[in-house]
Nanobody, 124 residues
Framework: QLVESGGGLVQAGDSLRLSCAASGGTFSKVTMGWFRQAPGKEREFVAA????????RYADSVEGRFTVSRDNAKNTVYLQMDSLKPEDTAVYYC???????????????????WGQGTQVTVSS
């Protein structure tokens, strides 16, 4: 089970940190990803972090503004979002990659478990 938290309403230029708490014994063995879905749009990849945390990957639209991290001792993955823009407004989801011990990519079909999402709204 994955449970996101930390969303909210902020102004452009502000920061937010999302958290995703995982239950179960495989958290430290799999890549964790963040995705987002804006109204009327497809769910899109935001960021991913490898099982050990050494490797990260970002969508071009958030590179340099967002930072993904994880704490395997706490079974939690984070998404630090800085310099937020109105176009970052979306429901943000965390997801667990379906294959252990490899770095996952941006394809949402390769992620097996999803949280319920947390709303992020950025006003201009």
């Amino acid at each position: 089970q994955l449970v996101e938290s930390g969303g909210g309403l902020v102004q452009a230029g502000d920061s937010l940190r999302l958290s995703c708490a995982a239950s179960g014994g495989t958290f430290s063995k799999v890549t964790m990803g963040w995705f987002r879905q804006a109204p009327g749009k497809e769910r899109e990849f935001v960021a991913a972090i490898s099982f050990g945390g050494a490797t990260t990957r970002y969508a071009d639209s958030v590179e340099g503004r967002f930072t993904v991290s994880r704490d395997n001792a706490k079974n939690t993955v984070y998404l630090q979002m800085d310099s937020l823009k109105p176009e970052d407004t979306a429901v943000y989801y965390c997801a667990a990659y379906g294959v252990r011990w490899v770095m996952g990519g941006p394809l949402k079909s390769e992620y097996d478990y999803w949280g319920q999402g947390t709303q992020v709204t950025v006003s201009s």
